[in-house]
C-alpha cells in the first residue's frame, strides 16, 4: 500500500551510498572529494594524500561488494567513517589559512548548519511512539558523534527536549546550530575581502540567524496543538534557518568562487 519491502527499501539506501550518478549520493561526494583531493595534492600534507590512497581503495572495494544486509552497510560506512574523519584532521591540521583553510572552515560550517537542520526536521519535529523514538533519538546523537557527550551534560536518559536544547540552542557545544552561527560571524570578520566598516551580503543571513536563535527559548520551541502529530512551529523556524543559510553560501560563493564582485 504505497511502503517500500524491506529489499525495495535496501536497495534505495544502497543506491544512496553507492550509485555515482545520484547528486549528493555518498559515492558521488567521495568522487567530488578525490577530484578536489588530486587537484589540491601539492598543498596537501604527504600523510594526507596517502590516508585518502587508502580510503580510495577500500572504498572501491566496498563498491564493488554486494550488499545483503543493512548491518553490513552499516559496519562498513562506520569504517569509512573512522578514515574520513581522520583525513579531515590532517587537512584541517596542516593546512595555511593563507592557502584556503579559512574558506573550507566557512564551507564545513554552512554544510554542517544544513545538515543538522534537515536531520532535525526529520526526526525532531514529528511525534513518534516511545519505543521507537528513543533509538531515533540515539541514532541522531551517534550520526554526529555526540552521544556520549549529551550523556554527559544530561545525566538522565535521552529526551526530545533536551536534545532539541544541546544541538539547537546551546552556546557551548561545538556542534550545536547556535554555535555553528556565531563561529561562522566570528571567520567573516577575518576575511580577506570584509568591509569593516558594513556586513558583507553573506554575513546578513547569519546575522539574521543568529537574532532567530537567541530569541529562543526551548519551552517555546516544543509548544504545539495536541491533536498535531508534526510540530509545525518548530519545523517552521528550521525551515526559515535553512533559507538563510542557503542565501549565505550563495552569497558567499558569489564573492570568493565566481568573482561576482569584480
Not at 38 to 62: P, Q
Request: aromatic share 10%; charged share 25%.
Amino acid at each position: 500500500r504505497g511502503t517500500l519491502s524491506d529489499t525495495d527499501a535496501l536497495k534505495e539506501l544502497t543506491a544512496v551510498i553507492k550509485d555515482y550518478n545520484k547528486i549528493g549520493s555518498l559515492a558521488f561526494t567521495i568522487n567530488m572529494l578525490s577530484n578536489t583531493t588530486l587537484s589540491l595534492k601539492d598543498i596537501l600534507a604527504i600523510e594526507s594524500t596517502k590516508l585518502f590512497n587508502k580510503i580510495g581503495k577500500e572504498w572501491r572495494f566496498f563498491l564493488n561488494r554486494h550488499t545483503n544486509s543493512y548491518m553490513h552497510l552499516a559496519n562498513e560506512l562506520e569504517k569509512k567513517l573512522i578514515d574520513i574523519i581522520a583525513y579531515r584532521s590532517l587537512i584541517e591540521e596542516s593546512t595555511y589559512k593563507e592557502q584556503g583553510l579559512l574558506l573550507y572552515d566557512v564551507g564545513c560550517d554552512i554544510e554542517k548548519a544544513l545538515l543538522l537542520i534537515s536531520k532535525a526536521r526529520s526526526l525532531l519535529c514529528i511525534d513518534m511512539q516511545p519505543s521507537v523514538e528513543y533509538d531515533i533519538l540515539e541514532v541522531l546523537l551517534s550520526s554526529m558523534e555526540s552521544f556520549n557527550t549529551y550523556r554527559a551534560k544530561y545525566k538522565g536518559g535521552l529526551s526530545r527536549k533536551h536534545i532539541i536544547e544541546f544541538l539547537i540552542l546551546d552556546k557551548q557545544f561545538p556542534k550545536s546550530l547556535h554555535f555553528i552561527s556565531n563561529d561562522l560571524l566570528t571567520k567573516f570578520k577575518i576575511l580577506p575581502k570584509t568591509k569593516q566598516e558594513s556586513l558583507a551580503a553573506y554575513e546578513l543571513p547569519i546575522v539574521e540567524a543568529q537574532a532567530i536563535l537567541n530569541s529562543l527559548d526551548i519551552e517555546t520551541i516544543m509548544q504545539k496543538n495536541e491533536n498535531e502529530v508534526v510540530n509545525f512551529q518548530f519545523d517552521n523556524i528550521l525551515s526559515k534557518l535553512s533559507k538563510l543559510y542557503i542565501r549565505c553560501s550563495d552569497e558567499f560563493t558569489k564573492t570568493y568562487f565566481s568573482h561576482y564582485d569584480e
